[in-house]
């Protein structure tokens, strides 16, 4: 079982590369393949979570080369549960591309397990260098997956999404430049060593290294002022790509919790660029309320949904107390799971409403419109985070761990703006609607996928306490960074 | 040296970034192209500037050979990019028949 935890890396790679070999278009094999690889990847990343809950943290030593010398992948609590959350978020998105839009454009199927191969090598590395590494792997996936279909609006959100991020990259690299240049090391457990046994000029290279390396994991999370991309991006993606990006943002995220809580959380560069983080993460959240009531489309709606959750996520992690942290973790299962599943509902309502789709003028009513009207309650209600719901839980978790008016008051008051925003487009796309729409019938697969994604808001709900459990012994064993270092470090010296 | 090597950085950085903020995508590509040389310099220097150095650790004098692995994954990935980049551009002007950065035309309009 030792090999486990390179599995979430091999078998989409391995999937990947077959699919690309298969050149003659046949769709059905290529759907298969794909849907075996996530398919697979779910028990993989359940029995990885099973082991590191257990509290051990796992090293895996590439070519088992001692660290520092070498690349190592590490399994901790939060690793293996963000792997888990991508690939069950993966599944659902993967079973509404295979309805028809992954005919729309050559190697859909291909790009999208060299997606999650970034996703879950980005979760996993231990290497600062092989982040940079699997953050392009990723990246150059989801530019095909972005402009994956075509038009126009396509391409020039793909620009600017291609152009910002290449630009992250450069700063990436300069950061990594630095941290070489000081250290003399890339492995993340030995730079928390190392960065403490700096003074002078080489400390303050650390901390611009540091520094820098918030501004490009900003930019993957969409903070404040680095968001502009993404509602764009999103909102013109196909569904089940959009679906899958709403994990993207919280590689973001977790790329700043792991390198925060290793290095910066206590020592030489203790606090290093939290109150920024927490000023930047309230804009967010206020900008980005405002953005749910300005959106002219559904898909743009959902998209600044996601930006919200970047800000409230992020406050949870500037305030840096393991119960923040913890509360903040259940927020992102939460909001990664229902923003998956507004985007498929998106997409849905604009099938069903022919020329108009999912733009928020009152206009013919989509098939099905009763159960969709429900769909899109759930979802609205989880993610305003109203009760009985779980964003509502995750609401109250992080208002009573982040002890703080001016968050409470941002919490609140964006999601005012958010449940009058998203009020304004239930009544528009369903009650003001005006005759039949172009679709007669609701495609089931389609619609399945939906609720499985939407399904996890009362789920989330009902086993609340277990969950918070988990996620508060995932922030226990992320508030220790000594672990980390002694397993990564520990067995090589 | 060093400071040959730093100027040298700091042009190719500040000419990359002045291109990269044009409105055009021939610009930009060229912007992002100069800057990644930058980056990729700034990277290979952070071993340490030795000169007529082997590099190989361990045996006498040397230079770092850490670095010079990382440049060279740092350029494959950036030049994978920059074609990629310059594909997209191409499919842009077919697309929205402009080489505006926003795919506008000149007097502001949607293309």
Not at chain 1, 77 to 87: D, I, N, P, Y
Not at chain 1, 162 to 181: D, E, K, M, R, T
């Amino acid at each position: 079982m030792e090999h486990l935890i390179i599995a979430p890396i091999l078998i989409p790679a391995f999937a990947g590369m077959l699919l690309l070999l298969e050149v003659r278009e046949r769709q059905p094999l290529r759907r298969f393949t794909g849907m075996l690889s996530v398919l697979a990847l779910l028990p993989v990343a359940w029995l990885l979570y099973q082991q590191a809950a257990g509290g051990e943290i796992q090293v895996y030593r590439l070519g088992d080369w001692a660290a520092p010398f070498g690349i190592v992948l590490v399994l901790d609590k939060l690793s293996a549960l963000m792997v888990l959350l991508c690939t069950v978020l993966a599944v659902p998105a993967l079973l509404y591309a295979c309805r028809a839009d992954d005919k729309r454009g050559a190697n859909f199927h291909a790009l999208f397990q060299l997606q999650l191969m970034g996703i879950n090598g980005a979760f996993l590395t231990g290497d600062l260098f092989n982040l940079f590494v699997f953050f392009e792997v990723l990246l150059i996936a989801s530019y095909g997956l972005a402009l994956h279909g075509r038009g126009p609006a396509r391409v020039r959100a793909g620009i600017h999404y291609v152009v910002l991020n290449l630009i992250g990259s450069a700063l990436f690299l300069v950061a990594l430049g630095l941290v070489y240049g000081t250290t003399g090391t890339l492995n993340m457990a030995d730079f928390a060593v190392k960065v403490n046994q700096l003074d002078g000029g080489a400390l303050e290279l650390a901390r611009v290294a540091g520094l820098l390396m918030w501004v490009v994991f900003g930019l993957k999370a969409a903070l404040f002022p680095l968001y502009f991309w993404l509602p764009a991006t999103y909102a013109n993606a196909t569904a089940g790509v959009a679906a899958l990006f709403a994990i993207m943002t919280k590689v973001g995220v977790y790329a700043v919790a792991r390198v925060y809580g290793l290095a910066f959380e206590q020592g030489a560069l203790a606090g290093l660029g939290r109150d920024a983080l927490w000023i930047m993460a309230l804009l967010t959240l206020l900008l980005a309320s405002i953005g749910v009531l300005g959106a002219r489309r559904l898909g743009e709606m959902v998209a600044y949904t996601v930006v919200m959750s970047v800000g409230t996520l992020m406050a949870g992690l500037a305030w840096s107390s393991p119960e923040s942290f913890g509360a903040m973790l259940y927020y992102l299962i939460h909001t990664t799971l229902v923003s998956g599943g507004l985007f498929l509902l998106a997409d849905l309502v604009a099938r069903g409403r022919g020329k108009l789709g999912d733009q928020l003028v009152a206009g013919p009513a989509p098939a099905g419109r009763a159960g969709l009207g429900l769909l899109f309650f759930i979802g609205a209600v989880a993610v305003i985070g109203l009760p009985p719901l779980s964003g509502f839980m995750g609401k109250v978790a992080l208002l009573q761990t982040v002890p703080a008016p001016l968050y409470w008051l941002f919490l609140l008051g964006g999601g005012l703006l958010a449940l009058v925003g998203l009020s304004r487009a239930g009544s528009t796309l369903f009650w003001r609607a005006t005759g039949d729409g172009a679709e007669r019938r609701l495609d089931r697969p389609r619609l399945l996928a939906t609720v499985l994604l939407l399904a996890a808001a009362p789920v989330l709900s009902i086993w609340a306490e277990p969950v918070l459990e988990a996620t508060v012994a995932v922030a226990a064993q992320w508030a220790q960074p000594q672990l980390y270092i002694d397993a990564v470090l520990g067995g090589g010296a | 040296m060093e400071a040959m090597v730093a100027v040298m950085i700091a042009v190719l950085v500040g000419t990359g970034v002045y291109l990269v903020l044009r409105a055009r995508t021939f610009p930009v590509i060229l912007g992002i192209t100069l800057l990644s040389y930058g980056v990729n310099l700034f990277v290979f220097i952070s071993g340490r500037l030795a000169l007529d150095q082997p590099p190989i650790a361990g045996a006498g004098p040397s230079t770092d050979p850490l670095p010079q692995a990382l440049v060279l994954t740092a350029i494959v990935i950036g030049f994978a990019m920059t074609a990629f980049l310059v594909v997209l551009a191409l499919r842009g002007q077919g697309e929205t028949g402009t080489d505006h950065v926003d795919g506008q035309r000149d007097d502001g309009g949607e293309a």
